[in-house]
């Protein structure tokens, strides 16, 4: 069945019926639904046929290296873990050096329920993947159709336009082709991280004036390549001025237009960094 299925490029119309669980996420309102993760429960056959197919695509992408080292997320031997010591690195090592270091932690608005599905098609095409591959991604994403199930209760169908369905094993992977290329329209006088879609860069320099004209020019890239390729950077955006000595103003950066909002603290990938990097807002969280 798989095999035909592959090679006769037919994809069977239950597969793309999926059920959402409205999960809230952390620390959220309950009572605003745009504080819900929906992951969607699909076919356990179809999760099986795809688990196939991640693990030759995978293999492929790892094998040739066209996933950048940047991104950090569902790649074997790689974790948060990364990210976090390199920012804590960056921010040592700047403290050394007298430095201001800025940093700024980019949120996606509904990363991957806006996922432009043509883009991941493109992106495979780009890297050179011909033939059955393409197709059944294409199969995959389109015309799919969800209910929403809350406790015993289903809703209406709906039909998914965009996006790729969150708790499905092939849409990670499809998520990072569609997002890698960010990481390319960052200059290499910003250091950048990105788990999944986490993105976060940083600048240190002794001069303030010389850190933001390198940050501005990568924010705008980065909002430049997120409206062609159908992100949405959210005014969520959030920065941090890393700095051992008090009475320094923060940085002026803009983000389409809008101040980006400065604070003292920020939990990152789980762990909260504060501007003179003690750790005590963490622990104080932990104590919690």
Known sequence: MFNRIWKEHVFPDCWKH????????????????????????????????????????????????????????????????DNLMSLETDIRVAFLKRNHLVSIFFDIYKAYDRTWRYGIVKNLYDLGFRGNLPIFVQNFLKQRFFRVRMGNTDSNIFCQEEGVPQGSVLSVTLFVLAINPILSVIPQTVQKNLYVDDLHISCYARNMQLTERRLQTAINNIVEWSNKSGFTISAQTIGIHFCKRPLHADPELLLSGVPIRFQDNYKFLGIVFDKRLTFLPHIASLRK
Not at 43 to 69: A, D, W
């Open 18 to 81: 999926a059920f959402i669980i409205p999960i809230p996420k952390p620390g959220k309102d309950p009572q605003d639904p745009l504080n819900y993760r929906p992951i969607a429960l699909t076919s356990c056959m179809c999760k099986l046929f795809e688990r196939i197919v991640n693990v030759r695509l995978v293999h492929i992408l790892e094998k040739n290296e066209y996933i950048s080292p940047f991104q950090s997320g569902f790649r074997k031997s790689r974790s948060t873990i």
